[in-house]
């Protein structure tokens, strides 16, 4: 390694919130990134895209970025409730989600229009957070590890870099669920990428691998310290300040 990546510690509110509160969270978290001076962590709150210009004025010029949770894969166009990339970028986002497998599941987005939404967000100078993870079947089926490396393969666009890409591995069956994979089987899915990403991108040891699934302030801080595991991709917990800045403070 050419030294660990800052840890990245985003926030996907899903389909949460309201006004009021956006404007609330962001801002109790903003003042408190400025009173701590950012620390060694950034900050990543990735709410509704109908919620991003609260929460853009509320973190202000706090540090803390603020990402969508998925867009299109052209530039612009008859898409009737789509989002394109350049319309985050232009509302202030750095960063957007692509291929959560909420999507994945409830839209029945495939690795190869995961990895054209991710070419569109660089495109628009956004950073994809490309999301993969394996299922209970797939993990009981001994096949994680070959199915989490074959989404990899099939979401990350070619010519990433450690600047222009984050990971984030969230086991499907971790996702709300209060249950987390074992220190050591997280450690091996994360190595596992690493081996990968160092193949198959630029500065590939700087890429951040986010994990995500049940992340809470009870356990970041043994998730957190995994080699190779460089920030969290935490929905229930970055819903609550108290909650997200505690495993903000883990890492
Ligand atoms: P939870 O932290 O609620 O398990 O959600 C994880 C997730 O899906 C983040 O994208």
């Known amino acids: 390694m050419t030294g660990s990546p800052k ?10 919130g309201s006004e009021v509160f956006a404007a609330d969270l962001a801002g109790s978290l903003a003042d408190r990134m400025a009173g701590h001076g950012g620390g ?15 929460v853009r004025a ?15 894969v052209a530039e612009q166009g008859a898409h009737t409730g789509d989002i394109a990339a350049a319309m985050l970028a232009d509302a202030g986002c750095g960063y957007v989600i692509v291929g959560h497998s909420e999507r994945r599941a409830d839209h029945g ?13 660089q495109a628009a100078k956004l950073v994809p957070v490309v ?15 070959e199915v989490v490396i074959s989404q990899l393969r099939g979401s990350v666009p070619e010519g990433s870099s450690a600047s222009t890409l984050v990971v984030a591995y969230e086991p499907v069956w971790a996702i709300g669920t209060g249950r987390t994979p074992t220190p050591a089987d997280i450690a091996e899915i994360h190595d596992a990428i690493r081996d990968v990403l160092t193949a198959i991108t630029t500065q590939g040891d700087g890429v951040r691998i986010l994990y995500g699934g049940s992340v809470k302030p009870i356990n ?32």
């Not at 987005?109 to 967000?121: C, H, P, R, T, Y």
């Open 109 to 121: 987005e495939d690795d190869a229009l995961v990895q054209s939404k991710a070419e569109a967000a």
């Open 131 to 145: 999301c993969i993870g394996e299922t209970l079947d797939q993990r009981d089926a001994g096949t994680a590890v």
């Open 220 to 251: 970041a801080a043994e998730i957190l310290t995994i080699e190779n595991v460089n920030g969290a991709l935490v929905g229930g917990a970055s819903l609550k300040a108290d909650d997200f800045w505690a495993i903000a403070q883990s890492a």
């Open 40 to 54: 060694g962590v950034e900050m990543l709150l990735c709410p509704p895209a109908l919620l991003l210009g609260s």
């Open 7 to 16: 840890p990245l510690i985003a926030g996907n509110w899903k389909m949460h």
């Open 58 to 72: 509320a973190v202000g010029a706090s540090g803390v970025a603020i990402g969508g949770q998925d867009c299109h």
